[in-house]
């Protein structure tokens, strides 16, 4: 497995040492941070100089409580944020998605990015003081809203803004939402553990229990530990992954196939791409024979192969949106990497091309 080339980096990316050694290290202060005995005292010590860590990194100054991940924070948000009707964008990941409950849903462009026109019709349909739940960046195509243009639209309608920070956690500023939500092994933590960011905490229903009465059930200490440690380590290796993304959207065209969204702001970790004339099953399926793990549309929807809701919302019909896969980058890809990929993508390309004459 040693040859193998991981290209998923937005799936989920590798758990960094430095996560790892700080797990390790609060998996010794194992008491309960709830209990007012010594032991449970010096892990509720512990869990702040966690959050408060969390917080230095981000340059938030806000509440941040601790969840599962991104997808419980989103359903926290869409249930129990105080505000009006829910005004949800075209291109949201699933998890979001699933808490439609009769939301206004917000059309994207031809390059997967909302409108401010668009947005001045759903914030209208909505009505007053709407919670509107844009992204930052899109998991599929990495595609990056329009974030200023947004929360100036939200603050003029007396709304609050929800935005998925999944994707764009650790690698670019935050947004100036009411709520952030994100889990930490998209940035090299561990899986199942992950936050929301409130601005106001009064500007969510409490529900009883831990995280300042927000969220029930006894905190993670380790996880939390080994996400503010990868957190920190920071984001100094994404000028060379956009150099990267850059060149093999290049050899991508050269070889024949379209780049998605290939002139709107994306972000350098994902590019999705068309390989006209073959299914992406097949594709998966030759790639990862061929020693390269990559996937088709985000996790949680690749694995059944539906059809991209997100393509299809940036206008792509149901042949091209079936031949898109993902391709996505982290701190540990190299130059080598890429580079084997597009050979490989050059042959499989020019075999769906043979085919089709």
């Known amino acids: 497995m040693s040859s193998r080339v991981y290209l998923d980096h937005a799936a989920t990316t590798p758990l960094r040492p430095s996560a790892r050694a700080a797990m390790l290290e609060a998996y010794d202060a194992w008491a309960n941070p709830s209990s007012p005995h010594a032991e449970g ?46 005004i949800i964008s075209a291109v949201e990941h699933d998890a979001v998605l699933r808490q439609d409950g009769g939301a206004v849903r917000l059309a994207v462009g031809a390059e997967g990015r909302v409108t401010e026109v668009g947005l001045a019709l759903a914030i209208e349909q909505a009505g007053e003081a709407p919670l509107v739940a844009v992204q930052a960046v899109n998991s599929e195509t990495g595609v990056i809203q329009p974030l200023d243009a947004i929360d ?3 603050r003029s309608a007396g709304g609050l803004w929800f935005c998925d920070a999944t994707q764009s956690i650790g690698k670019m500023a935050l947004p100036h939402a009411d709520f952030l939500a994100f889990s930490a092994h998209k940035f090299g933590g561990p899986p199942g553990i992950g936050a929301l960011l ?69 972000l350098a970790t994902i590019a999705s791409y068309r390989m006209p004339g073959m299914a992406a099953a097949a594709q998966l399926i030759r790639f990862d024979s061929a020693g390269f793990a990559v996937s088709a549309g985000s996790a949680c929807s690749s694995g059944s192969l539906r059809p991209s809701h997100v393509l299809a919302a940036m206008g792509l019909d149901a042949k091209a949106a079936g031949e898109v896969i993902r391709i996505s980058f982290g701190r540990t890809t190299r130059r080598e990497d890429v580079w084997r990929f597009a050979d490989q993508w050059r042959l499989i390309a020019a075999d769906a091309k043979a085919r089709a004459a």
Do not use: C, N
């Not at 806000?62 to 419980?72: C, K």
């Not at 380790?222 to 440690?229: K, Y």
């Not at 380590?233 to 290939?262: K, N, T, Y």
């Open 41 to 86: 005292r010096a892990a509720r010590a512990a869990l702040e100089a966690a959050r408060l860590r969390i917080a230095e990194a981000l340059g938030w100054r806000g509440a941040i409580l601790f969840t599962s991940g991104a997808s419980e924070a989103a359903a926290m948000v869409l249930a129990r944020a105080k505000a009006g009707r829910r």
């Open 198 to 266: 409130a601005k106001d905490l009064a500007t969510l229903e409490p529900s009883g229990g831990q995280e300042q009465g927000y969220r029930g059930g006894t905190e993670d200490l380790p996880s939390i530990a080994g996400m503010a440690a990868a957190l920190e380590e920071g984001a100094g290796w994404m000028e060379r992954i956009a150099d990267l993304r850059s060149h093999l959207d290049s050899m991508i065209e050269e070889a024949g196939g379209d780049v998605i969204a290939r002139d709107a702001p994306r």
């Open 152 to 154: 100036e639209a939200v």
